[in-house]
């Protein structure tokens, strides 16, 4: 083999090398990018949400459409940034594990929590909540404390995955737990009949009491229990997708953007 002949073929071998190469080159440039650069290029902002925390995060039976609070705000992230906006349902159970995964750029909005931390990065908070006990009016003499739902034969009933399942495991060890799965719920176990008590945040307890007559947020010496701040959930490691929408919550929280959406959505 001459010279000629060898240099067309190592020739020919660096193309084919550059075409093989070029794909995974291309994957690694986006790679590089930081999320928000990456959403800014496709146009698209991908929320991850569950539609089952009424009302900040719920389908609207008419319309199948979501709605509510954080429904809201995402829109109003979304059109500040001056792209679309994408719902990428998801699952309590699942939604850490979809935002480690890439499938959306943001979660709706979830309790601030250190077991959740170690695997997400929380944004700065935009509200507070805390957990109340609900039953069923006719058995709210029963369970005056939360002493007396901390008690064996006690059925409490919680959303598999939910901070609220967390809370029963170590704040209600002699209490019988039952964690259902979505789509089945909580409060529907107690409207069954199914457990005595379910737990949830005082947000989501206001909207279900006004939706159904029969459950009531315990009284007597029940007060709300595990304060804590809600706040928007990203991905670790990316931190100027992180500090851009810190950003945008402290600007919204100073021109009363999060005061007009309690009003509307939080207010008795």
Aim: proline content about 3%; glycine content about 8%.
């Amino acid at each position: 083999m001459n010279r000629r002949e060898l240099g067309r073929l190592l020739g020919t071998g660096a193309v084919g090398a550059i075409a093989v190469a070029a794909p995974q080159l291309a994957q690694a440039q986006a790679a590089a990018k930081s999320r928000l650069a990456q959403i800014l290029e496709r146009g698209v902002l991908k929320v991850g949400t569950t539609g089952d925390f009424n009302p900040m995060s719920f389908r609207d039976p008419g319309s199948n459409e979501y709605k509510g609070f954080d429904i809201e705000a995402m829109g109003a992230l979304a059109s500040d940034m001056g792209v679309k906006l994408e719902w990428v349902q998801t699952e309590w159970a699942a939604f850490i594990a979809g935002i480690a995964a890439g499938r959306f750029d943001i979660f709706s909005g979830a309790s601030v929590g250190m077991a959740r931390a170690k695997t997400t990065a929380f944004t700065l908070a935009y509200a507070d909540v805390g957990t109340v006990p609900l039953a069923l009016k006719p058995n709210a003499a029963k369970y005056q404390s939360w002493e007396s739902i901390n008690s064996e034969g006690v059925r409490v009933a919680v959303s598999m995955g939910t901070i609220f399942e967390d809370q029963a495991k170590r704040q209600l060890p002699k209490a019988q737990l039952r964690s259902v799965q979505t789509p089945a719920t909580g409060f529907q176990e107690v409207l069954a009949s199914r457990a005595d008590v379910t737990i949830t945040s005082n947000i989501e307890a206001a909207t279900l009491v006004k939706r159904f007559d029969q459950l009531t947020v315990l009284g007597g010496s029940v007060t709300m229990r595990n304060k804590r701040p809600l706040a928007y959930v990203v991905a670790q490691g990316e931190p100027d997708w992180l500090h851009y929408v810190n950003t945008w919550v402290t600007l919204k929280r100073a021109d009363g953007f999060f005061e007009a959406l309690e009003q509307k959505w939080l207010a008795g």
